[in-house]
């Protein structure tokens, strides 16, 4: 049994990966770590995980330190990771580092999209992006792998097979989104009278997960433009990519991109062309699970394409992946822990 | 055209007193008070007001007093508007306090539900509870109405012809309310994630509008029972009281009672028997209007009686009743200003 | 006073016509025609009328036929309205087509996008597209307006400025809307558990109001892509299109284009840059009003577009527009009976 | 491994039992019974099920009946299951009803609530009413398990530690459903614009539900009333229980008798005094799982009680339920395949 340790345990991303782990065979969660909750029991920021965590309390970072582990998570805001991931790979412990502060290779990237130079520019190129589906050889090597923005996997998933052949002339994104991305902090935009059933467009063009989609598809910001929606919906990102082909292709040379891209995924899927109303998806039928599914539709001019993905941002966006990540760091077998069924309808 | 301003006019009832008088015929908004958002303009905080508002800015309490008005509508927390009360009485206007701060009658009942001695007692005798059904001919003749608990006149309006006959042996009082009720500053109940589709029970037994409740009706707290649950809705208040009848009854009997009550009444209807699904009134039939509804199903056994009505919480449950009130305080046209038919669905 | 009748009268479009009318000072509904409901109230369809109407009642076409009208309202499906519209026409009514039926010029578009020829093509000439923005003029000259799509009409209004401008090389339209565009009939997509929080893409590249969107704005189906996405909400249309510029412009041309467009309209409104987050439109802030709302992000590199537009489905892209239609066609001020204030938050 | 059939499994319930048996290590689908849907893939109407049986397509009645199974799951309209309970018990296996048909024991009073005699009375005495808490022991005996109304099973979880200490005078029971209770067909009550939002009261005094509450507690229709409330939430039932105690008690005694009750029991909680806003429990706490949480609240004056019961009702409410029943009958361990930790926030 590996011996896990989590940091920004009270917050959303933090709560899901103690759900998985609740019920992984081989991880153990040794310690949630939250300073303002220090001492409380985790079920009383996480009530779903009572039953599972009748006794575990929050502990404070320094009690954590004190923890010898196998895996930490670290579910913190960006700015605040690359301290402890110093830290924990100095003892050897691998680190899945769920911030922001190590996806981005570049230390100039990082300045650009995050406002400031990264604390520790060599960390940037020793993690390896936590998406298994494109990094998966890596993530066996690395002792670091870094999280993915949640809108950035679910883009990623749905344009990687096209990126890699060249077809993308033009790409334009809407991301929609639930309101659990933002966190478990209230805000004037997160006050219930406001963002229920709100259609509110924001950070169009400047999104920083923008910059993961161009880094991970070698996409130049001339050609992917992001905006970004919140909608009526606490779990899930969709991603409707509107997407100007390089040239003409017949709808047989897509369905290869994706079956070879995708056939042997344990957990991305591309929908058939049948039944129609499903040919789109749909984050509502992967609720609570650590699948993504991608579709598309192509115009009878064979170069307007239409991309939809979806996933679940807390699961599959967020601490799936990592969970995804830290099983083939540690040698696991890679969807260990994370068979969940999606709940449907929910 | 008489003057008004409006204290806490950036909060949802403070905008609900606007929404309304932007379209009064006999009442125009002079100033809209915001000590928080002095100087900006109101659509900022009511961008769906823009139109109706194009200029106004929300100007400081200092500023606001400086202003001759006929009429003040105060939207404040509790504490706090009974100060300016006695300022604007001693002007000669009329007030329209929509905070708890004079709905008591007694001293001693304000103490208990609110924790603290009323700073001026006088006002809580001068002050007439606003809810014209039930003391309209003492509305024409105060200059001082307090507003209504939104909880307290949806359950009044639904118990109100009953109380009257004696008929009232128990009474337990489910609440339901929307997220607006809270108002517009976030808390960790009122986050999205948290918030969307609970059902959150809260202060049962002990909620503060029991006590205008148990005022206006004149019942005591041994046959009257109140809890209250936040469910998925922005406006709206249903109650369902759950009453053992003193004496068995014929279905006629309580048909009259509420005949003699409501027929009458410009805002308050009661559902026929027919059809039988909407019998019991839901709020979502009365979204954006002044109006409220009132139903019943009596059990065979002649004492087990349901009771139901709903209300939009900002208009009859708050603003509404509020400038009904002050219509009668200024001798207008009691419904004037209020004829807005319900969005549906919505 | 003018008479109205109103047919279709038990569904959503219907009921919206008869909520409008129910406060119009100048029309009056005379008939509400509904074969399914014939002699029911008008309430049990629609009971947030109740009060309203409280003893009209459905009447069945062949009644409906017998009455003098000055006005009609047909809120039918589409092949069903010409018919109506001849016979009306003849007897000198003015005509407000709801339906699909006279929104197109040219009969084999119609045949295109309809899959069928027109039954009265000669009706396709002499309708106006009942868009006051952009044809006031003929609407006030004409006895024959039709209705627009709403999802039409959310893209029109949104993107007219530009497209007057030649502004526009390609053009990507997501539009998101409320349940409410179904119509009343349950259907297996509308059914609660499936349909509630869904992000669901339906007919992409070939929806039919891209039809009054290519003609109204004059461009070609190549440079224009219209996909839709059913979210949770009941009432509202919400745009955004990616646009491709033909040449790079600066924001101020942009802001021209809007102020002139839209300046002196009574229900269209652009957003200001300031505050940034109610520049791109939510039709939340629009509930129950005939509004519509426009608002634009420039790119830094001058050539990407996003604008945003908004509506309420029921009111400016259905019955609101028809109304409005209605007053010119009489001779009557565009915005009578059309003043209702949003419902927000709601 | 058990080998399974699922009747009724293009529904909802069919549909959850189809969910949990995917992951069951012991017992598996066989066959997915479907009339309406035979030779489609089970994923087109249970789309996120789609990685779980990629290749499973439903089979006719006829078809299903060829085959031999231990263990047979009845998701299936009231009337309709009597006849293949005789049928599948003649042959040997173990079955679970999860229609209404055996879960009275009483043939008059199976008539007094469902309209009809029952089609094979002797059924009724055979069977065992399907919750594990309750009837353990029957259960590990009997090849007969009924269904559990969720409502029912809700009500009868939170009331059950008190029933037995003869401490209930008068119960009035206040349920509030999502929409997935009502199944998988689109009715006027489902349709989302109708239905989202709705806080409609239904079936006052009458609902079904409540003879198994009585029969359960043993408790007689004088002391007991039940209404049910449709909310916005697809999954989820909550019970309110206004209660008038026989006798003064101490909170203590409470405590005790819902300790004594749950306090071993795998799926049952009962939630501490503290933290108190989580005291009353939320079924939005549950989805997904099959736990069951109850919570009180005793007034001041020892005889005014309120519990509140939560639970997911096509979970712990109807399959969850049904498989743990169908584990006991097995002789399996109780809890297999039930372990899934519930989505939160979602």
Redesign the interface.
């Known amino acids: 049994m590996y011996r896990a340790a989590v940091w920004g345990a009270s917050g959303?991303a933090g709560g899901e990966v103690l759900?998985i782990l609740?019920?992984h065979p081989s991880i153990e969660a040794l310690c949630a770590v939250s300073r303002s909750r220090e001492g409380q029991p985790v079920w009383?920021a996480?009530?779903?995980?009572?039953?599972?965590f009748p006794d575990l309390t929050f502990c404070a970072p320094d009690e954590a330190l004190k923890q010898e582990v196998d895996i930490v998570f670290l579910a913190l805001p960006h700015g605040t990771s690359a301290p402890l991931i110093k830290e924990y790979l100095s003892r050897g412990s691998k680190v899945a580092d769920l911030s922001g502060d190590v996806r981005l290779k570049s230390p100039s990237d990082y300045e650009k999209w995050y406002g400031a130079a990264p604390a520790h520019p060599e960390l940037l190129e020793q993690a390896v992006y936590g998406l298994p589906e494109l990094h998966r050889e890596a993530l066996k090597e690395t002792s670091l792998a870094s999280g993915v923005g949640c809108n950035a996997s679910c883009s990623i998933l749905g344009l990687y097979p096209l990126a890699g052949a060249e077809l993308l002339k033009?790409v334009?994104i809407?991301v929609?989104v639930?309101?659990?991305e933002a966190g478990?902090?209230?805000?004037?935009?997160?006050?219930?009278?406001?963002?229920?059933?709100?259609?509110?467009?924001?950070e169009?063009?400047r999104h920083r997960h923008l910059a993961e989609i161009l880094q991970e598809l070698r996409l130049s910001e001339?050609c992917v433009?992001l905006?970004m929606?919140a909608?009526?919906?606490?779990?899930?990102v969709?991603m409707?990519a509107?997407i100007?082909l390089a040239r003409p292709v017949k709808e047989a040379e897509i369905w290869k991109l994706y079956r070879a891209a995708y056939s042997d995924e344990p957990f991305v899927?591309f929908c058939p062309a049948r039944?129609s109303?499903?040919r789109?998806p749909?984050?509502?039928?992967?609720?609570?699970?650590n699948?993504a599914l991608t579709g598309f539709?192509l115009?009878?001019?064979g170069t307007?394409l239409?991309v939809?993905s979806?996933l679940d941002n807390l699961m599959k966006g967020a601490a799936g992946s990592a969970v995804q990540s830290a099983n083939l760091m540690l040698g696991l077998p890679e969807s260990e822990g994370l068979?969940?069924?999606?709940?449907?309808?929910?």
């Open positions: 959303m759900r609740a019920a009383h996480h009530p779903h995980l009572r039953a599972s033009d334009r809407e929609r639930g309101s659990s478990a902090t209230p805000t004037i935009g997160s006050h219930h009278p406001y963002r229920s059933r709100t259609l509110r467009l924001y169009p063009f001339e433009t905006s929606t909608v009526e919906m606490i779990r899930g969709q409707i509107h100007s899927s039944p109303h499903l789109l749909d984050p509502k039928l992967l609720t609570g699970s699948r539709v115009h009878e001019d307007r239409i939809v979806a068979g969940m069924i999606p709940v449907y309808p929910a």
